[in-house]
């Protein structure tokens, strides 16, 4: 409980300087972009956000760009008196393009809107009358401004964590210490989020997550989403969206919701930049590139990753008969791990015309790691047998995705939108291993030998269509409908060859054979229908319906089955605003987990003799209900505070089963034996105490409750995780940064691990001139390894573990960035969202 109260101080802070503003203005969204100016465009002057008028008149309309057809966000819109020629009234519009002007007074009025980057649009004679309804302007066409242009710089700061209506935001281009690193490092500062130091990723207490690439799916997430994180880049990515509450659009997958990786913007005209990193642990070279000329957009990136980690882990396993000890065996390992990983993408738009508009991406990656571990393995029943497996891994995945697609939207409205989408994805594994064993103690004389191929290909087909049809502009009213196919087959060729004497006539092992195909297709349609009042007010209500369709052959094991199942999964939402500063939000949905083929597959994998494990096929999807309540402030001086609210029950969950056998053979698989409830709440807070200097922080409290009647089995706890960020901004464009923090212990059905903690600092120097920064980035320099203690009581046996693994990381990044941007705005681009199966 020491380090809760720590972060309680250190959000202090926060709460102390919590009052409401008389008004919140929006800064811009970047941070020392440099933006164009025409020489001859007189700014027009800001309005207060209050009118100095009074009276009951009211003028409403929307902004939207006339070549893209999108809203303009954030636009000055200013009312003028014709007469003195002076403003003296008006607002900015909203994410829609829409603004309104209250309380106007009998009279001619002139509108003037304006935004950088836009020629200035003016309507005259707008005439309002004692008791005349309500002024419509209708639909407001801004041209781009095409002048000869001068150079000007705009500075503004966008907020480290910003709140949106469905999501939490993560900027994580503000955040100096993430430079050098990988997805993995940017993903332990992002509130509701706890990594472990194994790479998986857990959202409100839970694995059960969605994890996209620019709101689709990537084939290197199907087979590993800790591994795929560890191949993007830290300077790729924007930002992280976490969505705890998805509407209908979002495929259903993910009990505890979506995490949504956008990596850097397209960019206007033309930029780029090189980045290089040197590390004690990880170091990685790439560049992008980005061009944007009229009608066409081209973006490209890639790059290399080279990590090396080490560690080592001990454990200790009673195996009871009766109640009493049998038999004990003791394992120690240590292990060293290299990897190589290369990823790159590569993206064409082009619009046919100011509403029709085609895509095409390109995205490719692989991964090549080696893995050496020496495992000591001793049993004592009367005697003690003991024996040392000298292992080498090699491991080789290649993935690509490729995704086209095609826009249309329309004049009516802004809102009223049509895409299709189709995604192909493919990734192929191949990997093997050679064990030699020799007995203890070690005579140089080996006694069993082993290697294994194993050759495994997903495909992944995805068509999907989606409209977005606006009701009435006024109230906000809009449906969407859509409907998708998942098409997946996954194969697998494992073959494992064996030498029981020790020699070098190695013969193959049908019983360890792994052969099989897998196919699952997904069928799934959508309605979701959402508004806003006049008042405030937002309503959202939707439902998703999936079918799901799988055929197996596990040949290896003689296993055929067939399953379908059907899914309604409703969900509601509603909000409400006060002024542009609070939000109060309620959300209920209904979710769902397919297990994956790493569950699915029944191959007794028995690489370890003392610990076997395998798949069941039989499996049935998990169904989780969530309740949401959240509520957010924006207050002076850039203070944020969220605060959530949550409980989360997930029927049929699936849980890693262990028992010992009169042997003392450990054996491991998955069943739906238990039903798993969450209650928590989350806190989050961001301030600025002076200029240049942000803290930010949250702290999250849960109650797990594992509950297995089958195996009439209980297991339940209260955890909590924290973290805290602050930077300062210092003189000579000098800045530092430091993060930390803290997860308590888990738990599991049969066992709980122990918590852990991480910190880190950074320092950056701008080079402004020469657009160079050099980052430095001290990871855990106080410690060398990250230490687990995990521990499992069941009838059968009692185990204890520890794991070392290495943490400390030093590294220096080299940053240098070339071109300039425009303000031209992007239109944005609709990309398919899938990523549904359960990982491990």
């Given at each position: 409980?020491?380090?809760?109260?720590?972060?309680?101080?250190?959000?202090?802070?926060?709460?102390?300087?919590?009052?409401?503003?008389?008004?919140?203005?929006?800064?811009?969204?970047?941070?020392?972009?440099?933006?164009?100016?025409?020489?001859?465009?007189?700014?027009?002057?800001?309005?207060?956000?209050?009118?100095?008028?009074?009276?009951?008149?009211?003028?409403?309309?929307?902004?939207?760009?006339?070549?893209?057809?999108?809203?303009?966000?954030?636009?000055?819109?200013?009312?003028?008196?014709?007469?003195t020629?002076?403003?003296?009234?008006g607002?900015?519009?909203?994410?829609?393009?829409?603004?309104?002007?209250?309380?106007?007074?009998?009279?001619?009025?002139?509108v003037?809107?304006?935004?950088?980057?836009?020629?200035?649009?003016?309507?005259?004679?707008?005439?309002?009358?004692?008791?005349?309804?309500?002024?419509?302007?209708?639909?407001?066409?801004?041209?781009?401004?095409?002048?000869?242009?001068?150079?000007?710089?705009?500075?503004?700061?966008?907020?480290?964590?910003?709140?949106?209506?469905?999501?939490?935001?993560?900027?994580?281009?503000?955040?100096l210490?993430?430079?050098?690193?990988?997805a993995?490092?940017v993903?332990?500062?992002?509130?509701?989020?706890?990594?472990?130091?194994?790479?998986?990723?857990?959202?409100?207490?839970s694995?059960?997550?969605?994890?996209?690439?620019?709101?689709?799916?990537?084939?290197?997430?199907?087979?590993?989403?800790?591994?795929?994180?560890?191949?993007?880049?830290?300077?790729?990515?924007?930002?992280?969206?976490?969505?705890?509450?998805?509407?209908?659009?979002?495929?259903?997958?993910?009990?505890?919701?979506?995490?949504?990786?956008?990596?850097?913007?397209?960019?206007?005209?033309m930029?780029?930049?090189?980045?290089?990193?040197?590390?004690?642990?990880?170091?990685?070279?790439?560049?992008?590139?980005?061009l944007?000329?009229?009608?066409?957009?081209?973006?490209?990136?890639?790059?290399?990753?080279?990590?090396?980690?080490?560690?080592?882990?001990?454990?200790?396993?009673?195996?009871?008969?009766?109640?009493?000890?049998?038999?004990?065996?003791?394992?120690?390992?240590?292990?060293?791990?290299?990897?190589?990983?290369?990823?790159?993408?590569?993206?064409?738009?082009?619009?046919?015309?100011?509403?029709?508009?085609?895509?095409?991406?390109?995205?490719?990656?692989?991964?090549?790691?080696?893995?050496?571990?020496?495992?000591?393995?001793?049993?004592?029943v009367?005697?003690?047998?003991?024996?040392?497996?000298?292992?080498?891994?090699?491991?080789?995945?290649?993935?690509?995705?490729?995704?086209?697609?095609?826009?249309?939207?329309?004049?009516?409205?802004?809102?009223?939108?049509?895409?299709?989408?189709?995604?192909?994805?493919?990734?192929?594994?191949?990997?093997?291993?050679?064990?030699?064993?020799?007995?203890l103690?070690?005579?140089?004389?080996?006694?069993?030998?082993?290697?294994?191929?194993?050759?495994?290909?997903?495909?992944?087909?995805?068509?999907?269509?989606?409209?977005?049809?606006?009701?009435?502009?006024?109230?906000?009213?809009?449906?969407?409908?859509?409907?998708?196919?998942?098409?997946?087959?996954?194969?697998?060729?494992?073959?494992?060859?064996?030498?029981?004497?020790?020699?070098?006539?190695?013969?193959?092992?049908?019983?360890?054979?792994?052969?099989?195909?897998?196919q699952?297709?997904?069928?799934?349609?959508?309605?979701s229908?959402?508004?806003?009042?006049?008042?405030?007010?937002?309503?959202?209500?939707?439902?998703?319906?999936?079918?799901?369709?799988?055929?197996?052959?596990?040949?290896?094991?003689?296993?055929?089955?067939?399953?379908?199942?059907?899914?309604?999964?409703?969900?509601?939402?509603?909000?409400?605003?006060?002024?542009?500063?609070?939000r109060?939000?309620?959300?209920?949905?209904?979710?769902?987990?397919?297990?994956?083929?790493?569950?699915?597959?029944?191959?007794?994998?028995?690489?370890?003799?003392?610990?076997?494990?395998?798949?069941?096929?039989?499996?049935?999807?998990?169904?989780?209900?969530?309740?949401?309540?959240?509520?957010?402030?924006?207050?002076?001086?850039?203070?944020?505070?969220?605060?959530?609210?949550?409980?989360?029950?997930?029927?049929?969950?699936?849980?890693?089963?262990?028992?010992?056998?009169?042997?003392?053979?450990?054996?491991?698989?998955?069943?739906?034996?238990?039903?798993?409830?969450?209650?928590?709440?989350?806190?989050?807070?961001?301030?600025?105490?002076?200029?240049?200097?942000?803290?930010?922080?949250?702290?999250?409290?849960?109650?797990?409750?594992?509950?297995?009647?089958?195996?009439?089995t209980?297991?339940?706890?209260?955890?909590?995780?924290?973290?805290?960020?602050?930077?300062?901004?210092?003189?000579?464009?000098?800045?530092?940064?430091?993060?930390g923090?803290?997860?308590?212990?888990?738990?599991?059905?049969?066992?709980?691990?122990?918590?852990?903690?991480?910190?880190?600092?950074?320092?950056?120097?701008?080079?402004?001139?020469?657009?160079?920064?050099?980052?430095?980035?001290?990871?855990?320099?106080?410690?060398?390894?990250?230490?687990?203690?995990?521990?499992?009581?069941?009838?059968?046996?009692?185990?204890?573990?520890?794991?070392?693994?290495?943490?400390?990381?030093?590294?220096?990044?080299?940053?240098?960035?070339?071109g300039?941007?425009?303000?031209?705005?992007?239109?944005?681009?609709?990309?398919?969202?899938?990523?549904?199966?359960?990982?491990?």
């Open positions: 409980m020491n380090h809760l109260f720590l972060v309680i101080l250190a959000l202090l802070p926060i709460c102390l300087q919590a009052q409401t503003p008389d008004s919140v203005k929006t800064a811009p969204p970047a941070d020392s972009l440099v933006f164009a100016k025409p020489d001859s465009l007189v700014p027009v002057p800001v309005p207060k956000a209050r009118p100095v008028l009074s009276g009951n008149g009211r003028i409403s309309g929307s902004l939207v760009d006339g070549g893209l057809n999108k809203p303009v966000e954030f636009a000055t819109v200013a009312l003028y008196d014709p007469l020629n002076k403003p003296i009234g607002t900015t519009s909203d994410e829609q393009g829409k603004f309104t002007i209250n309380n106007v007074a009998p009279g001619t009025y002139r003037v809107a304006s935004f950088m980057g836009y020629e200035t649009k003016t309507l005259e004679n707008v005439l309002i009358t004692s008791g005349s309804p309500p002024i419509l302007l209708g639909v407001i066409s801004m041209r781009t401004d095409s002048r000869t242009l001068n150079e000007v710089v705009v500075t503004g700061e966008k907020a480290l964590i910003e709140d949106k209506d469905d999501r939490l935001v993560y900027n994580a281009e503000k955040d210490t993430n430079t050098g690193g990988t993995i490092d993903l332990k500062k992002v509130p509701l989020l706890t990594i472990d130091p194994d790479g998986t990723v857990q959202l409100k207490g694995s059960s997550i969605k994890v996209l690439v620019n709101g689709k799916p990537s084939s290197i997430m199907a087979r590993s989403i800790g591994e795929a994180l560890q191949m993007i880049p830290a300077e790729l990515i924007k930002s992280v969206e976490v969505i705890t509450a998805p509407s209908a659009k979002y495929d259903s997958e993910g009990t505890a919701g979506v995490i949504n990786i956008i990596t850097k913007s397209r960019l206007q005209g930029t780029g930049g090189l980045t290089g990193t040197l590390g004690t642990r990880r170091n990685n070279l790439g560049g992008n590139f980005n944007k000329r009229d009608k066409l957009s081209i973006t490209a990136f890639g790059g290399e990753n080279w990590t090396n980690s080490y560690g080592s882990s001990s454990n200790v396993r009673q195996n009871l008969r009766s109640g009493q000890v049998a038999s004990i065996i003791a394992q120690s390992n240590v292990f060293t791990n290299q990897g190589r990983s290369t990823f790159g993408s590569f993206s064409l738009d082009y619009d046919l015309d100011s509403t029709n508009r085609i895509g095409v991406d390109a995205n490719f990656g692989g991964d090549n790691r080696n893995t050496f571990s020496t495992r000591d393995t001793r049993q004592s009367d005697t003690v047998k003991a024996f040392r497996r000298y292992t080498d891994s090699q491991n080789r995945n290649s993935n690509m995705d490729l995704n086209v697609n095609y826009t249309k939207t329309f004049k009516r409205s802004a809102d009223q939108e049509y895409t299709f989408l189709a995604q192909y994805n493919q990734n192929d594994g191949q990997s093997g291993y050679v064990l030699n064993q020799f007995v103690p070690e005579n140089g004389l080996i006694n069993y030998r082993e290697q294994n191929r194993n050759i495994n290909q997903q495909n992944e087909l995805t068509i999907q269509t989606d409209y977005a049809h606006p009701f009435s502009t006024k109230k906000q009213r809009l449906l969407e409908v859509g409907s998708k196919l998942i098409r997946r087959d996954v194969s697998s060729d494992y073959h494992l060859e064996n030498a029981p004497d020790g020699s070098l006539n190695f013969r193959e092992d049908p019983r360890r054979a792994n052969v099989f195909n897998y699952q297709s997904i069928w799934s349609t959508y309605a229908f959402r508004m806003r009042t006049d008042n405030r007010w937002g309503f959202s209500v939707g439902g998703r319906y999936e079918k799901t369709m799988i055929n197996a052959d596990f040949r290896s094991t003689s296993t055929k089955f067939n399953d379908d199942y059907n899914n309604f999964l409703p969900n509601v939402s509603v909000s409400k605003r006060f002024g542009k500063e609070q109060v939000r309620l959300n209920y949905s209904q979710r769902i987990q397919r297990p994956s083929i790493a569950f699915l597959n029944p191959y007794v994998n028995s690489v370890d003799p003392k610990n076997i494990q395998s798949g069941n096929p039989f499996l049935d999807p998990e169904l989780a209900h969530s309740v949401e309540a959240s509520f957010s402030t924006f207050l002076k001086n850039g203070t944020t505070v969220n605060l959530m609210v949550f409980g989360r029950q997930t029927n049929n969950a699936i849980e890693r089963i262990t028992t010992v056998d009169s042997s003392g053979i450990s054996n491991s698989t998955y069943r739906n034996i238990a039903r798993n409830s969450t209650y928590g709440t989350n806190l989050f807070g961001a301030v600025k105490p002076t200029k240049g200097w942000n803290v930010s922080g949250s702290i999250g409290v849960n109650y797990n409750i594992l509950n297995s009647p089958a195996l009439q209980s297991n339940r706890n209260w955890s909590y995780q924290m973290n805290i960020n602050t930077s300062v901004q210092l003189p000579k464009n000098y800045s530092v940064q430091a993060n923090s803290y997860t308590s212990r888990r738990i599991q059905l049969q066992g709980q691990s122990s918590g852990f903690y991480y910190y880190g600092f950074s320092a950056r120097k701008e080079i402004k001139p020469q657009n160079i920064t050099v980052t430095a980035t001290f990871e855990n320099p106080f410690r060398e390894y990250n230490i687990i203690n995990a521990q499992q009581r069941t009838a059968t046996f009692i185990s204890d573990g520890t794991n070392f693994t290495v943490i400390r990381n030093i590294r220096l990044t080299l940053n240098w960035r070339f300039k941007m425009s303000a031209t705005p992007n239109r944005e681009k609709k990309k398919i969202a899938n990523d549904d199966k359960k990982a491990e």
